[in-house]
């Protein structure tokens, strides 16, 4: 078996569309002049076998390269075997530098102009994992040589697989046995950066990578200590390699200012760290020191790793006069006290400054907080849910309605029904009953508003960021 190291380069490639299959022998396609194009643009992946009839190696070949056409023909895989006539077919073979026989070149996504030239076997389940991970991963594409100068350059004594990146530690070493899961997942482990920078061209790969959990350091480049706070920042991420994201945001930059306020955090609040988890709920978490040391960064993201971090939740300041109006004003510090109040009946209103729907329940919701201003037992209250979380209520689409009830037994129940003063009415006076919609009813109701929310550019930035 001819050696070989598979050689995984950051490098992006373009699709082409698909055509006409030609003829096949053992389920290896037969190309030649007339039908080479098609093949190329049916097939997103094509190996091409240049042989010649006579040559012996090639005999010797052919039994093998059918048994693995079957097998990924068979698999549904998008790989395909091909082969070509190099003797009838002189022109291809010319074009392509076929110079011996057999010939094999890997084609990929139809790029004629340098196709990789695979000079490893087809049949091992080596060569095989290899295929099948190379067709998984589209912008990494995957070379193959087994040249001894290569071998020696890069300090290799024996077959292996290197990724190649040029950032950190410059390279990495597939160990273990060789599958396409766990070269894939070799891959997505070590395609990013120790600590990321969050830009335009990083998102998509920050927020659908694997790792869930991100640490964030927002850092103006302007301030400077800046080499020092990133470096402590680095060192502390070796330690959570796959675990956590570590990513770093120029505070200063404009286009993250919003993300800023998503995390409830000022300009003037920086360098700062936060942690969030990007699951079915997102939840954000502070460090309890200020400090940026190394030291600090890791007592953080190993007390969270454990468990013993309580999420941090957002909240304004308590106005002066929030119980003023007919609508009280609930922030993070006085939700408890005033939605889970057992004497009271509470009716909250979550809501976004800038969402259009909330604006037009805005002068509803105040003739139903005068209906009720001197009710003995009903609150009607309000919360800028962009500015306060609570524990309690994880509030997806805006408005959300909910109502707490009086009693020690801590229910909420969801509004479902018509948003008018009438409903709302009729909901208050059935005790919650007349309107009130069970979870699914409410599921169904968020995502069918949700796109109709009237934001700006910049809030459906964020939502579709973070």
């Not at 003829?23 to 290896?28: G, Q």
């Amino acid at each position: 078996m001819l050696r070989r190291v598979l050689l995984c380069l950051a490098l992006a490639v373009l699709t082409r569309a698909g055509a006409a299959a030609p003829e096949e022998e053992d389920h290896v396609l037969v190309l030649h002049k007339g039908n080479f194009e098609e093949a190329l643009a049916a097939h997103k992946y094509l190996l091409v076998e240049f042989y010649a009839p006579w040559c012996g190696h090639c005999k010797a070949l052919a039994p093998e390269y059918a048994k693995a056409a079957g097998r990924l023909k068979a698999e549904g895989s998008e790989i395909r075997l091909a082969k070509v006539d190099a003797t009838e077919e002189s022109d291809l073979a010319q074009q392509y530098g076929v110079r011996g026989y057999p010939t094999i070149k890997f084609f990929k996504n139809g790029d004629t102009a340098a196709p990789r030239e695979y000079t490893g076997d087809v049949e091992s389940d080596f060569a095989k994992q290899f295929l099948l991970a190379a067709e998984a991963i589209d912008d990494i594409p995957f070379g193959i040589t087994s040249n001894s100068d290569v071998f020696s350059k890069y300090q290799l004594d024996k077959d292996g697989v290197v990724l190649f990146k040029k950032f950190d530690e410059g390279r990495n070493n597939f160990e273990g046995d060789i599958t396409k899961d766990k070269l894939l997942d070799f891959i997505k482990h070590n395609q990013l950066p120790l600590v990321i920078e969050f830009t335009e061209q990083t998102a998509p790969k920050i927020f659908g990578g694997e790792i869930k959990t991100h640490i964030l350091l927002f850092l103006p480049k302007s301030v400077s200590d800046y080499e020092s706070k990133l470096s402590n920042f680095k060192k502390a991420a070796e330690r959570f390699k796959g675990k956590i994201l570590f990513i770093f945001i120029d505070s200063d930059h404009t286009d993250n200012q919003r993300i800023l306020e998503f995390f409830g955090l000022k300009k003037e609040e920086c360098p700062a760290v936060r942690l969030i988890t990007l699951e079915e709920e997102m939840t954000k978490y502070k460090p309890e020191s200020d400090e940026l040391t190394a030291a600090k960064i890791e007592e953080f993201c190993h007390r969270f790793l454990e468990g013993k971090i309580k999420p941090h939740l957002m909240s304004q300041e308590l106005p002066e006069d929030w119980d003023k109006q007919p609508v009280k004003v609930l922030v993070g510090k006085n939700f408890e006290e005033v939605a889970f109040d057992e004497k009271k009946n509470v009716f909250v209103e979550f809501y976004a400054p800038w969402c259009g729907h909330c604006k037009q329940l805005a002068p509803i919701w105040d003739k139903l907080g005068e209906t009720y201003k001197d009710h003995e037992n009903v609150v009607i209250a309000k919360m800028d849910s962009t500015a306060n979380e609570v524990e309690a209520v994880k509030v997806h689409s805006f408005p959300t309605l909910k109502f707490f009830p009086a009693g020690a037994d801590r229910a909420v129940i969801d509004y479902n029904g018509e948003r008018t003063l009438d409903g709302f009415k009729k909901f208050l006076e059935s005790g919650g009953q007349d309107g009130a919609g069970d979870d699914d009813d409410l599921e169904d109701l968020e995502e069918a508003e949700e796109p109709d929310l009237e934001e700006d550019d910049d809030q459906k930035a964020v939502k579709d960021e973070l």
